[in-house]
């Protein structure tokens, strides 16, 4: 059973920064991609920001420049570091994994509420 659990996340005033961390369970390998997604209220839920176990990374438009996402594949960990926030950041965090094999991302985490006041 794979799971992942995030962690960091909260309120914080336009300009701030938060990080964001999720660990990989229940494997013993390496997913090979680690991404963050976000969904805000009556929004699609989209991609932020993957990563692989190469280290090859993909950003959205949107947060290029801002935020970056980095993995310690010994422990199966990805961590995004979001600065300068805008309101428009605000939204539910999730983190997902994609192994070896999976054609897509078939695990994620509970979600992460990040908030950004203006």
């Known amino acids: 059973q794979v799971q992942l659990v995030e962690s960091g996340g909260g309120l914080v005033q336009s300009g701030g920064s938060l990080k964001l961390s999720c660990a990989v369970s229940?494997?013993?390998?390496?997913?090979?991609?680690m991404g963050w997604f976000r969904q805000a209220p009556g929004k699609q839920r989209e991609l932020v920001a993957d990563i692989t176990s190469g280290g090859s990374t993909n950003y959205a438009d949107s947060v290029k420049g801002r935020f970056t996402i980095s993995r310690d594949n010994a422990e199966n960990t990805v961590c995004l570091q979001m600065n300068s926030l805008k309101p428009e950041d605000t939204a539910v965090y999730y983190c997902?994994?994609?192994?070896?094999?999976?054609?897509?991302?078939?695990?994620w985490g509970q979600g992460s509420q990040v908030t950004v006041s203006s």
């Open positions: 997902a994994a994609q192994m070896y094999g999976d054609a897509e991302y078939m695990y």
């Open positions: 229940g494997r013993t390998v390496s997913a090979y991609a």
